[in-house]
């Protein structure tokens, strides 16, 4: 610069850019009187959800600074079932953090394998006496109710962990209960049909019930024309008529898969929010993440409750004659297939961010905290729906 | 007999007889005393407070803050609160100090900073007196501030405090040597010293040929900044501020200094910049006059600058008061501006810079002098 301008003129444009700062906002934050605006992930003080934590110590051995003070006993729990093993459990006294040695590291909350540690934005909490900043654990569960929500999934991003885990375990539990149902109609069957039962139907448990003792015509002929023995053409002839009628029926029900979509779960748009819920929130107070997060929600609920009431009232007919047209036992196996897909798909679909509002009402209600009552609610929605479908299932 | 006589007559001046201050009460030389020194201490104590405000703050909004926010209506009263805890602080004396020295060296820095304010005139008739030798005195006076320095960094047994008196010895000689030639450039040109006369001058200066009256600032302007320049060196101001220098010596000559005693020193460097910024007001501004040929409401005698009503004492007091603001802010411009010059520098622009500078202008105003 001093190259091409003639000496002094850098002076000038100094205090230049000086003076022209002077009319600029100042970039000063009034921090007491404002708060600052503080991203999700920052690290103010650790909060302790006691529920979740077992006592597993990983926390407490990680601590660089050592200054995670744990203790605990054990507790023994009777044997569940008669004659059973009794079985110990960890129950924890005290939980202490010394913030005057933690360097928010973060590898604590790192570490937990119990999603017991968590970080919260709340910074304000100095004091005159160092030993105040040694927060127990009834302190820590305080600093929950400020831990912020799980920052919103990107769409189409997999369900998170816990609610990933709950939809398996019902799916598992879902299958098994067909599973049962089709033994049992199985077992029926073969108690009716016990003089005829063939070797056919033993050989093929799990596919649908056919028919034993039929032959296939065509099979057999063709058979004693190259030169077979009765016997063995009509053996042979026999399995393949068994083939052809389970083919026929595996036809049926994929038929029926395909017509089901009309009670399937409505798919709603994600993206939308409902603009009334949104409005009410933030007048609420509430910051725009969350009320959009929550908003979302909303929409998509009731969206979905519009579309079921709209399927139920267009598709009743269908639902109520698609079983009646099976009738027989023979059927039953069928039936539970296509009946059950609609479900499965029901949880898959809403699974994820689903909640119990009625439970959620009742947790926030008696004062616990909004993470809390969510993850309660989503646990309890799970269940419901678990117990919709094994009810469906008893039905069946 | 007024001290401004005996003065005069000591010097065997007789001829310069000093116009009126409006402070005389009567033949009351007691009770005018009284007032004069009321008045003197009033603007020592209160107009720097008021610029060392206006620096928190245009210094914070340059530098993209705030200043002070909370004591007071946007922290305006921050200085008066700092006054207060530097009064409460512990007077603490380094057991090696050489103690006498110590605990006076802060007076001897301030006294002369209260003293200057006795002739600079603030407005038509306000000054404490009028010497035919003003110039010299407020320029005479103002250097002792130094020997405050110096002692304070001498006494206090440490050794940043010792570089720093040292430095601000080496930099008064630098700095002294310009602007006093300035100022004769500007004794020259007005034909007399009393800082009155200087302002009356202005105020009846015309361009030779017109009827347009003009402020030494126009045919001075080169002086005018090597006062400047020069001012700020003596008063340390950054970017003169060497012997402060926090990021080399703690912090100079204050090093070992708490309390009340740094508070004083303190003080002195903000006075000093309003009695500077108010000599360059006399010198070159044309004092209180509002405007070059502009008459002052309610003014007349010479130049329509003399003999006002209350009016025209109020609004020359203020328009003083305006323009030493003004300056002042200029000092703290630079000072946001500028990072600090190194010792050596220092002392090669004075001696190679401003020096022949200054002789150059004092050559050129004596020959116009002459030839209009
Ligand atoms: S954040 Fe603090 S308590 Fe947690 S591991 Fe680090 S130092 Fe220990
Ligand atoms: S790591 Fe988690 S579960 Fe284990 S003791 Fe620490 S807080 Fe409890």
């Known amino acids: ?396 | 007999m007024s001290i401004a006589e005996m003065a005069n007559a000591a010097a065997g001046l007789a001829q310069f007889s000093p116009a009126p201050s409006l402070l005389e009460i009567g033949d009351s030389f007691w009770l005018s005393a009284v007032l004069k020194i009321a008045v003197v201490l009033a603007v020592f104590f209160v107009v720097p407070l008021v610029v060392g405000y206006m620096e928190h703050k245009v210094m914070g909004h340059q530098q993209a803050r705030l200043g002070p926010m909370e004591a007071g209506p946007h922290g305006s009263l921050q200085l008066v609160a700092d006054g207060i805890k530097f009064i409460q602080k512990e007077d603490l004396i380094p057991s090696a100090a050489d103690k006498w020295v110590f605990a006076i060296a802060p007076g001897v820095a301030m006294v002369p900073a209260i003293l200057i304010f006795l002739v600079l005139p603030l407005g038509p008739g306000i000054w404490g007196v009028d010497f035919e030798l003003g110039l010299f005195y407020a320029l005479a006076v103002g250097s002792v501030t130094t020997l405050g320095i110096l002692m304070g960094g001498w006494a206090s047994a440490n050794k940043f405090s010792l570089i720093g008196g040292l430095r601000a010895a080496a930099q008064l000689i630098a700095y002294e040597l310009p602007l006093i030639l300035a100022g004769i450039a500007v004794a020259l040109q007005a034909g007399t010293l009393s800082l009155v006369g200087i302002v009356e001058a202005q105020s009846t200066f015309f361009i030779p040929g017109t009827e347009i009256n003009l402020w030494y600032l126009f045919p001075q302007i080169l002086g005018f900044g090597i006062f400047f320049i020069a001012a700020m060196a003596e008063l340390a101001r950054p970017p003169f501020d060497m012997p402060i220098a926090d990021s080399e010596l703690v912090f100079g000559y204050m090093t070992e200094y708490t309390g009340i005693k740094y508070a004083m020193y303190m003080l002195t460097e903000y006075a000093g910049m309003v009695s500077m910024s108010a000599l360059m007001v006399v010198l070159y501004l044309g004092g209180w006059q509002l405007l070059p040929g502009v008459p002052m409401p309610g003014c007349g005698g010479s130049g329509n600058i003399f003999d006002c009503n209350a009016l025209g004492v109020g609004l020359g007091v203020a328009v003083t008061l305006g323009k030493i603001m003004l300056l002042t802010f200029l000092m703290v411009w630079a000072r946001t501006t500028y990072p600090r010059l190194r010792e050596d520098q220092l002392q090669r622009f004075s001696w190679l810079v401003l020096v022949p500078l200054s002789l150059l202008n004092l050559a050129i105003i004596a020959v116009a002098k002459g030839v209009f």
Request: net charge negative; hydrophobic share 40%.
């Open chain 1, 1 to 396: 610069m001093a190259t091409t301008s003639p000496p002094g003129v850098g002076l000038l444009k100094g205090l230049g850019v000086t003076i022209k700062q002077m009319f600029k906002p100042a970039v000063t934050q009034q921090y007491p009187h404002v708060k600052p605006d503080l991203p999700p992930r920052t690290r103010g003080v650790i909060a302790l959800m006691d529920e979740n934590c077992t006592v597993c110590m990983l926390c407490s051995r990680e601590c660089p600074d050592w200054c995670i003070y744990i203790d605990s006993h054990k507790e023994t729990v009777p044997p569940a079932k008669e004659g059973g093993r009794a079985r110990t459990r960890n129950v924890l006294d005290r939980f202490a953090i010394d913030f005057a040695l933690c360097m928010y590291c973060g590898i604590c909350v790192e570490v937990c394998p119990f999603d017991a540690l968590f970080w919260s934005p709340e910074f304000e909490y100095s004091e005159y006496d160092i030993d105040k900043l040694l927060h127990e654990k009834g302190k820590l569960r305080e600093w929950m109710d400020t831990v912020p929500p799980p920052p919103a999934l990107d769409e189409g991003a997999d369900a998170p962990g816990e609610v990933a885990t709950a939809i398996e375990k019902a799916n598992q539990e879902l299958e098994a209960a067909k599973a049962k149902a089709a033994e049992e109609a199985r077992a029926k069957e073969q108690g009716e049909q016990a003089p005829a039962a063939g070797d056919a139907a033993a050989a093929a448990p799990a596919e649908p019930e056919v028919k034993a003792g039929e032959i296939d015509q065509e099979t057999f002929d063709r058979l004693i024309a190259e030169g077979k023995s009765e016997r063995i053409a009509r053996s042979k002839a026999k399995a393949a008529y068994v083939k052809k009628e389970k083919q026929r029926l595996k036809e049926q029900a994929e038929q029926q898969a395909a017509a089901a979509p009309a009670a399937e779960e409505p798919k709603v748009e994600a993206g939308e929010i409902d603009q009334e819920t949104f409005d009410q929130l933030i007048a609420e107070g509430k910051s725009e993440r969350m009320a959009r997060a929550k908003a979302k929600a909303a929409y998509v609920k009731k969206q979905k409750a519009k579309l079921r009431a709209e399927a139920e009232q267009a598709g009743g007919g269908d639902a109520v004659e698609a079983p009646a047209a099976e009738g027989s036992g023979e059927a039953a196996a069928g039936e539970a297939a296509p009946s059950a897909a609609p479900r499965k798909a029901d949880i898959e679909v809403e699974g994820a961010g689903e909640i119990d509002q009625e439970t959620y009402d009742a947790l926030i209600a008696s004062g616990k905290s909004e993470r809390i009552a969510r993850s309660k609610a989503k646990a309890a929605w799970v269940r419901k729906k678990k117990q919709e479908q094994m009810d469906a299932e008893g039905d069946a």
